[in-house]
C-alpha cells in the first residue's frame, strides 16, 4: 500500500473546499475532490492537477445514499483507505428577507428540512461510509467544517457580534458540533480524531462574496486539524485563535 497519504474533500470543487484540496495537496497528500457538479468537479481537479497536487474527482452528493457508497468503492479503488475526511460540503438555505439572514418567524420548514439534510445527515452518512477506509490508517483524521453561528455560548451573548440571524442555517452548524462531539466519544481510544472547525467569515459564492477572509485564510484551520500529530485534541471546536466555546 502506498505511503502517499489520502484525503477526501467534500464540496471541494471551489472556495473553502478547493483550498482545502489545494493546502492538502501542497503538503503532499492525494487528494479526492468531492462534489456533485462533473463539470466544476473536474475544472476543479484539473486546476489542483495544474498546481502540482495529486488530485482526482470523487462523484458525491452528501444526500445521496448510493452516491456516498459509490464515493466509498472508488476510493477503495482508489486507494484501499483514507488518511483523512473533511466534511466540507454545506448549504445556507434561502434567506427570508433582505441580506441574507433568516428570521425563525418566517421559516419555509422544508428549507430547514434540506439544509439539516445536507449539513448534518451528510456529515453522518459520509462518516459512516467512509470509516472503514480510515480506519486502515495509521493516523486517521476527520474535520467536520462548522462555524462560529453554531456556537451557543456566543449566539447567546449580545455582546459578541456574530453576524445576522440564520435560524435555517445556525442550528444545522450547533448540531454538527454536537454530533462531532458523539463521534469524538464513540471514537476515544481509537487513533481517530475528530474536530470541528470554524473558517471565519470567508468571502465565497456562499454568502455572496461578503466577508474580510479569503477562502485560502478560511481553509487553515481544517488543514491543521487534518494533519494533527497523533496524541492530538479530539472532541473540540477550533478557530485560527485556538478553541472555541461549544
Not at 501542497?26 to 502540482?52: F, P
Not at 441580506?99 to 451528510?122: A, C, K, S
Not at 459578541?160 to 454536537?178: E, Q, R, V
Amino acid at each position: 500500500m502506498s505511503e502517499t497519504k489520502i484525503a477526501l474533500v467534500t464540496g471541494a470543487n471551489k472556495g473553502i473546499g478547493y483550498e482545502i484540496a489545494a493546502g492538502l495537496g501542497a503538503l503532499g497528500y492525494r487528494v479526492g475532490v468531492g462534489a456533485r457538479d462533473e463539470g466544476r468537479r473536474e475544472a476543479a481537479v484539473q486546476k489542483l492537477r495544474g498546481a502540482g497536487v495529486d488530485a482526482f474527482g470523487v462523484p458525491l452528493d452528501v444526500t445521496g445514499d448510493e452516491s456516498v457508497t459509490g464515493a466509498a468503492e472508488l476510493i477503495e479503488r482508489q486507494a484501499g483507505r483514507l488518511d483523512v475526511l473533511v466534511n466540507n460540503a454545506g448549504i445556507s438555505g434561502p434567506p427570508t428577507g433582505p441580506g441574507w439572514g433568516q428570521d425563525p418567524t418566517m421559516l419555509d420548514l422544508d428549507v430547514v428540512r434540506t439544509v439539516v439534510e445536507t449539513n448534518v445527515i451528510g456529515v453522518i452518512r459520509v462518516t459512516n461510509a467512509m470509516l472503514p477506509l480510515l480506519r486502515r490508517s495509521t493516523a486517521p483524521r476527520i474535520v467536520n467544517v462548522s462555524s462560529s453561528v453554531g456556537s451557543l455560548t456566543w449566539q447567546a451573548d449580545p455582546g459578541i457580534d456574530i453576524g445576522p440571524i440564520m435560524a435555517a442555517y445556525a442550528p444545522t452548524k450547533t448540531y454538527l458540533n454536537a454530533v462531532t462531539v458523539q463521534y469524538a466519544r464513540q471514537l476515544a481510544g481509537t487513533n481517530i480524531l475528530i474536530n470541528a472547525a470554524c473558517p471565519g467569515l470567508v468571502a465565497t459564492d456562499f454568502n455572496g462574496h461578503y466577508g474580510p477572509r479569503t477562502p485560502e485564510q478560511g481553509a487553515a484551520t481544517a488543514i491543521r486539524l487534518a494533519t494533527l500529530p497523533d496524541g492530538g485534541p479530539t472532541g473540540s471546536f477550533f478557530n485560527d485563535d485556538g478553541v472555541i466555546p461549544w
